[in-house]
């Protein structure tokens, strides 16, 4: 079996501006979670969100200026894994090289811009009419889901295959996992990963609050409003940022002397065919099972798990009985946490962002903590790595989930590399 390897981790994220920021920030259970300002609230009393460490635009040349927000953070978290895997130009097999994206919502922040220009230009006063149809002619193509796989694969002269991926919350861990069947299928030799999200915009905050899912801003302190597995949690916050991950074939990485990160050994992905919105135990354990069939591991080899946790109340307590499903008696030694307490959910960007956290856990022997557990519900029963991180502990193979609204489940597993 064709091994794929992790040779470059990047990302800009609630957390930090770069893996090793939003790591130690991770650890330390540092809260991005604030009230949302009044103009981003659209009049909705006590919104919160988890905004990126840094705008990404001063972090980019002046040409992306006017991309989507969501491409520009494609863009620097691009140019951080690709620096991190020590590619610095086209590389001579880019017609072996491709790029996969995950998005959500994608060119949110374009099509609300759009939106409120028309509006105003329509109703604002006195001749406004004539202004009412004026946008900037490249409108349709920054606001394409598409548009952050075009950007990166132009700015580094990728020319092997370029997919997007529209998941919901599963969108960036299917991009990974479709990027490692075809590295391993002889499609590609390498690919650039990105998952990347920007949708904390009026619009967006009106229609993810009609769903009754947004976590209720605690009363002590707003950054701890964001409670997975906890008996007292209200639901999630939005975030935005992204991440990315160099993916290539053991060869490759081999031949050019690259030093990896960890092995990409298992991914599974199925469809719950049951509910638009609620989860499914069966679905989530399949995905489960099927990365662990294709890794060829057995459940207690698996020593972290990074939750889909989401806070919420059916996909806390499901997710629980799905793991134990799975893991049988290995639950019991299993780690687990969700570090959206601290980083909020980043919708598309969340698989790969959290599979990048998962990594850097093996990586380092240190656990990030799920922050805010304080009251563990009595149905969730794992060890959840409560308040504090865990240093100093043996970590040879992760496992990263991200379930999906529609019923769709990814299932993504790292290891150490083996000889």
């Not at 635009?57 to 040409?63: A, F, G, P, V």
């Not at 491709?98 to 759009?114: E, K, N, P, S, W």
């Amino acid at each position: 079996m064709n091994q794929v390897f992790m040779t470059g981790i990047g990302m800009l994220s609630p957390l930090g501006k770069d893996r090793q920021a939003s790591f130690a920030a991770a650890l330390s259970a540092h809260s991005a979670i604030r009230r949302a300002p009044e103009a981003l609230s659209a009049g909705l009393p006590n919104v919160l969100m988890a905004p990126a460490a840094v705008e990404p635009e001063s972090l980019l040349d002046s040409q992306d200026a006017g991309l989507d927000r969501a491409t520009q953070f494609s863009l620097v978290a691009a140019q951080e894994a690709m620096a991190d895997a020590g590619i610095d130009e086209t590389p001579s097999d880019a017609d072996r090289f491709g790029v996969f994206v995950g998005i959500g919502f994608g060119g949110a922040h374009t099509l609300d811009a759009m939106f409120a220009r028309y509006y105003t230009a329509l109703f604002g006063g006195e001749h406004s009419r004539k202004r009412a149809t004026v946008v900037h002619p490249l409108s349709v193509p920054r606001m394409m889901a598409n548009a952050s796989m075009a950007a990166v694969s132009m700015r580094y002269g990728l020319r092997g295959m370029g997919n997007t991926y529209s998941v919901a919350c599963a969108s960036s861990a299917i991009a990974a996992g479709e990027a490692l069947r075809a590295i391993r299928h002889g499609y590609l030799d390498a690919a650039l990963v990105i998952g990347t999200e920007a949708m904390l915009t009026p619009g967006s905050m009106v229609a993810w609050n009609a769903l009754r899912v947004m976590a209720r801003p605690n009363a002590d302190d707003p950054a701890a409003s964001c409670r997975p597995f906890d008996r007292d949690r209200s639901g999630f916050v939005l975030g935005e940022g992204a991440a990315a991950l160099v993916l290539e074939s053991r060869s490759r990485a081999e031949r050019r002397g690259a030093v990896a990160h960890a092995e990409l050994a298992g991914y599974g992905c199925t469809s719950d065919a049951h509910h638009l919105t609620a989860p499914s135990v069966e679905g989530q354990a399949a995905a489960m099972r099927q990365a662990l069939g294709e890794a060829r591991l057995a459940p207690d080899q698996i020593q972290y798990l990074n939750a889909h946790g989401t806070a919420t109340d059916a996909g806390d307590v499901i997710e629980t009985q799905s793991i134990v499903g799975v893991f049988g008696a290995a639950s019991r030694q299993l780690a687990v946490s969700s570090t959206k307490a601290v980083h909020g959910h980043l919708i598309g960007a969340g698989g790969t962002l959290e599979l990048a956290l998962a990594v850097m856990a093996m990586e380092s022997g240190s656990i990030p903590p799920t922050a805010h557990l304080e009251h563990p519900d009595p149905r969730c029963t794992l060890d959840y790595v409560p308040l504090q991180a865990r240093h100093g502990c043996r970590i040879d193979a992760v496992m990263s989930n991200s379930f999906a609204f529609g019923g769709s489940n990814a299932s993504l597993i790292a290891r150490r590399m083996t000889g």
